[in-house]
């Protein structure tokens, strides 16, 4: 597969609103697989990391990373910050990656692994399903002790940080994991996430989403009310008034301190 077979690929998974180039380094790397170039746009893969028609799909998967990087960087303006995957870095990914499976395109490189499909099945079992239960039957204990610090007159947050001494904010996730009855399938870090979700169909509608195999990433931006491919236009006007309202501010400010030297003098 030559370089432009797979940049075809990439635009066949979804297309982009800005051009890039796709480029073979030619090289092999011990430190990535491919990089990409947000000022020139280039999407560079070091294909000798690669086995020649063997590694074809491990290469499209390095490809589908460093084109999210692009449709990230597109979807800003063309400019990335300089924390690179973010959140909703992971959320255009993956949702590329469902898209390319979807299509065809690409095969999950976790899928057709016996070994890696049975130790998965054990993780979510025996640690992920069993920490969640335990957060939430904590939960529930602590609503038995709340209701005893009530009725002997005292603080029930003072009881937390001095008899049990854990964190408030873990006292108050296991317990409203307890009151929203979440479902310990999603592991205690999700749990802790949905949580925070005050409106019950939004947490409804996040709990069965990981249930279903979307990663937290997409998860928690959906929460938020945004999507993978926001348009550029909105976002830059958004940028655009952030910044008006940080200008106008430091105008002021500057006002403030001219006329607070002009008095000392």
Known sequence: MNQDQVKEKLLAIQDAPMEF????SGKKSGKVNGLYKPETREIIIHNRNFEAGAGDNL?????????????HACSRGGRLSVRAHTSEFWAIFHA????????????DVFAGQPELAELTETIRKKFLHENGSLVKEMGKHLLKAHDLCAAI??????????VLRIPRAAANVAIRAFEYDLNPEVGADNMRFLAGLRDGDARKAAETALIKGK?????????RGKTAEEDPALRLEKEKLR?????????KRLEEVKKELAENK
């Open 21 to 24: 180039s796709l480029i073979y």
């Open 215 to 223: 990663s937290p990433d997409t998860v928690k931006m959906a929460a």
């Open 96 to 107: 590329l990656l469902e898209k390319a499976e979807a299509k065809k395109i690409y095969r």
């Open 243 to 251: 910044l008006e309202r940080t200008i106008e501010t430091l105008r």
């Open 59 to 71: 290469l499209l998967y390095t490809a589908i990373h460093e084109y999210a990087h692009h449709l």
């Open 153 to 162: 007159g005292v603080r029930f947050e003072d009881y937390v940080d001095r």
